[in-house]
């Protein structure tokens, strides 16, 4: 529903760009017309001026429709935007909350998140001025204090309970 409603306001915005195109091609050709002293309209039943009010219009009036489209999708955007700093939060509050639950230490909650954020046991290391082994032992107290046996595991938790949570806040 989503993809289709953003599908048909892209392709009314570029129907509004060809119509815009259109009428500034008329008016650009109309200017260059008018200074060799050339009728580019050369038809009995309506005048020269009636064409340009008709140009006119329809300029003004697509351009309303544009300017209407661009607002609808900056809020959209901004929807959007505000979506995934929601879950954004939430998601820091679910991972925290765990911590909470597996009562892990300081040093264990930054491991943790260190492991979250994907870094390696030795980069984990060299950030912290710890050696390695710390690392790996804080790594699998974190692992068993969350019953799990790797950081994917550990990721998927925090993932299906977010998921979990903005699916039945959805509904």
């Known amino acids: 529903m989503i993809y289709s409603k953003t599908k048909y306001q892209l392709h009314y915005l ?3 760009l060809l119509v815009i195109g259109a009428c500034e091609i008329f008016f650009l050709a109309d200017v260059i017309f008018d200074v060799f002293n050339y009728d580019l309209i050369k038809l009995h039943w309506v005048s ?11 300029l003004g009036i697509t351009l309303f429709f544009f300017v209407h489209n ?12 505000t979506s995934v700093k929601v879950a954004s939060g939430e998601l820091s509050l ?11 230490t300081p040093s264990e909650t930054e491991v943790a998140l260190l492991l979250f954020k994907g870094f390696s046991a030795q980069e984990i290391a060299d950030l912290r ?6 690392v790996k032992n804080q790594s699998s107290v ?4 969350a019953n799990v046996k790797n950081r994917n595991e550990l990721f998927a938790i925090f993932v299906e309970d977010l998921l979990g949570d903005l699916g039945s806040s959805s509904t």
């Not at 661009?70 to 959007?80: D, G, N």
């Open 94 to 104: 679910v991972i925290q909350r765990y911590f909470e639950i597996w009562r892990l």
């Open 142 to 145: 974190v692992y068993q204090k």
């Open 14 to 16: 570029v129907l509004n």
């Open 48 to 58: 020269h001026t009636q064409v340009e009010v008709v140009f006119t219009l329809c």
């Open 129 to 134: 001025s710890t050696k390695i082994g710390t």
């Open 70 to 81: 661009i607002r609808s999708l900056l809020k959209r955007q901004k929807k959007a935007e």
